[in-house]
């Protein structure tokens, strides 16, 4: 997917290029330009419907053209279109030039970065690597990087001097993510006042997500693309809009503290069992469903930061360590979603907002030692819990 549309791009590039690439286009008759003499590498070679399409890009002794490129289509073993974008051969010296900075291309990176500093906390995408830049056909050196926020993926090209020659966008990105404001409570209604938020938010579809958060309700106030996510708590979609926030929040503390960054995201549904008001809120299989409690036990869940983050943490342990839920696997898998979500927050205390039978559901002040090991999944998991909440208040006094 990502060479695809690499090699498209490539190829418009190409196409788009003035002088000296020169193109050529054959559509299976009259004349055809001979191209046996290019040197070209591979990069791309599969079948459509009984036909082979291979994309080639043309080299010189090794080092590619930066925008050249040859695309064969064949059927039956036989070519029925080429069209191609090549270079004439660089000089001896231009040769000489490439080589040595292809030698030396770590050098020349890490110089590139302490005059560019901006672009150290990118991603790596495809390091540093010389080509041949058309028209004047010097060499340069080609790096992708990846911007971890926005997962933008852009191509750098600078030169011996260090300056930056060209920079293109890279790929077609299915969500286009906008930074919007939304209304929410930051740190929940206790701690927080209802304030303006930044979220990230895929313009493009309906509902609420993002490359590590999507949120859908089964009630029947949905969130339409169009709609500004500045909604009062009154309002029927204040729900999706603070949950979505929630989970945002602490998944960006995991990729910023520990660098995890998951390859999917953790799907929330909101009043689940709508129209009933339930107490739900468990995570099973890259989902948590929130019901809104039923005003006895639970009010107002997707309003309480400990639930919604210790259901996101479980996401999270799933993927990294894939521990049960029942037994002592399950009383770590409880023991470190409650560390987690009280370490971000900063407090002890679980359910605080949205239990209505007592102050709280559950805190990691709780303490119990080994040997008062019961078999409860909540029980023990405070063996561990209370451990690290220990930890975390010793730090919080010192
Ligand atoms: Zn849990």
Redesign the pocket.
Known sequence: MKTCSFIFILAVVGCTQEKPLQHTRWSGSGYRASLVDIQTKQELSSRSAGESITVSQQVFESIPVHGSFIKTISFKKKSIFESSATAARPSQNQLKKAKLLQQNRSWYWLSFLLQHPDYKTWDIEKPASVVLNPPDMDAVLMVILREQKTFKVQRILFNTALKIVQTDEMGSQIVELKEVSALAYPQGPIKSDLSQVKVLRDLNNDGLKNLKVKVETESLAKIKKEQPLELLPSDERFDQIQAFYFANKILNWFSEKFAVDLDSNVNILTQVGFPEKTNAAFYYNEKIRLGTGDDIVFSKIYLDPSIVM?ETS?FVIDHLARLPFTGEGGSLN?AF?DVFTTFFLNSPRLGEVAYKKAQFVRSVETKITLKEKNGGLYHDSAIISGFFGAYDLQLAKN
């Open positions: 210790h479980h409880e979603a």
